[in-house]
């Protein structure tokens, strides 16, 4: 059986389980399956109570694939999220991780001409 299989057997039995949802997520990134992994992460940011991390880890993701407005807003919505739930550090994190896409992904007039 495998990591992704353990996880999904446990999450049958307490399938609210926000931790076992992550790990779920992120064993399916691990596999490469990203559609599912940022599937079950977006998820994770709509709960009742968002899931803070979830934010760090899909726009990480979006960035891996190259999704850098996606992964800008997931950020900006993370950042406004964990200053909510009083979690500074991760905030910060997220703060940082938007700082260092810049002006990634980002066209200007003179590539719109070309």
């Known amino acids: 059986m495998s990591?992704?299989?353990?996880?999904?057997?446990m999450l049958a039995d307490d399938p609210q389980?926000?931790?076992?949802r992550y790990s779920l997520a992120m064993e399916y990134r691990?596999?490469?399956n990203h559609e599912e992994s940022l599937r079950g992460l977006?998820?994770?940011?709509?709960?009742e109570t968002p899931y803070?991390?979830?934010?760090?880890m899909a726009a990480q993701q979006l960035v891996d694939l190259n999704r850098i407005?996606?992964?800008?807003?997931?950020l900006r919505e993370g950042i406004d999220?964990?200053?909510?739930?009083?979690?500074?550090?991760?905030?910060?994190e997220m703060s940082e991780l938007l700082?260092?896409?810049?002006?990634l992904g980002e066209t200007t007039e003179e590539d719109d001409d070309l």
């Open 42 to 47: 977006g998820e994770l940011t709509r709960d």
């Open 99 to 103: 700082a260092s896409i810049g002006n």
């Open 3 to 9: 990591r992704r299989e353990k996880i999904q057997a």
């Open 69 to 74: 407005n996606e992964a800008r807003s997931m």
């Open 30 to 32: 691990s596999e490469g």
């Open 17 to 20: 389980d926000t931790f076992l």
């Open 52 to 56: 803070v991390p979830a934010f760090f």
């Open 81 to 92: 999220q964990a200053r909510e739930q009083g979690n500074s550090h991760a905030a910060a």
